[in-house]
């Protein structure tokens, strides 16, 4: 019997910025119960049964650009050239129009969401082998401008827009390069009393909001070889949110 397993992560050398909670903390468990060598990267450290289950930690803040280069290094001394790269840190807006926006809260946001980003995308690739994988966390807010978003809406089309220009770039190196775009997610960073939580169950075709669980079958994919001809892509995991609306949520537009 063949034993070839295309989705198979075992050994692969894989590190995840933001992995200690939300989206990239189920990431990381996921990768781990695959075999892969995961080093986590983050201004956190994750819950101890991921350490215990053999991950290794790394406090980084990923704005900064030498520490940065600190951490792919020391992933590389320690488990060789890295095989995948998921970018998963980042923060939300303040969510304001763009008329009483503040200059330094925006600052601070673009150098998590855009500079983070940028790092990952111009100094990932000199300590990966080739053939390996790239995914970016980006949002449905990149895709769709909401009242109130303008500085997340943006940062986030930067990450798709930067992530699409790495995959053109690093093609023939076999590096392949994708966004995941999830809608609303229940994570530290969508508190309960969000409205969020509300609007999900009404806008999302499913009618209910995303789980962490929903969106780390996602990654798995295209961390996988699976997936070896996908790049350049935005996947969008939203529960239909941007596909269309039901006519009962209509009808409540309507006076």
């Known amino acids: 019997m063949n ?11 894989v590190l995840i910025t933001g992995g200690s909670s939300g989206i990239g903390l189920g990431t990381s468990e996921r990768f ?15 819950p101890q049964s991921i350490l215990d289950n053999g991950a290794i930690y790394l406090e980084v803040d990923i704005s900064q650009r030498e520490e940065i280069l600190n951490a792919f290094q020391t992933a590389e001394d320690i488990h060789g050239k890295l095989d995948v790269i998921i970018h998963n840190a980042g923060k939300p807006g303040r969510g304001t129009h763009i008329t009483e926006s ?24 000199g300590h990966m082998n080739d053939g390996g ?9 990149g895709l769709q401008q909401n009242e109130g978003f303008f500085d997340y809406s943006a940062t986030k089309a930067a990450t798709i827009s930067m992530t699409k220009t790495a995959a053109v770039e690093l093609g023939m190196r076999g590096i392949r390069c994708n966004s995941v775009a ?3 997610v229940k994570t530290p960073m969508l508190p309960p009393g969000h409205i969020l939580n509300t609007l999900a169950k009404q806008l999302s075709t499913l009618g ?17 070889e699976q997936s070896r001809y996908i790049t350049g892509q935005t996947i ?8 269309g609306y039901r006519n009962e949520v209509l009808a409540r537009l309507v006076d």
Do not use: C, M, W
Request: charged share 20%; proline share 7%; hydrophobic share 45%.
């Open 3 to 13: 034993s070839y397993n295309p989705f198979s992560l075992k050994d692969k050398s």
């Open 208 to 224: 209910r909001i995303a789980e962490v669980d929903d969106l780390v079958g996602v990654y798995h994919f295209l961390a996988s």
């Open 182 to 184: 999830p809608g609303p």
């Open 102 to 125: 503040e200059e330094a809260v925006l600052d601070k946001l673009v150098a998590l969401n855009f500079y983070g980003t940028y790092y990952i995308l111009k100094y990932g690739p």
């Open 32 to 46: 781990l119960l695959e075999g892969a060598k995961l080093v986590i990267v983050d201004i956190q450290p994750p």
């Open 133 to 141: 994988s790239i995914i970016t966390t980006a949002s449905v807010a």
């Open 236 to 243: 969008v995991v939203d529960g239909g949110r941007l596909t």
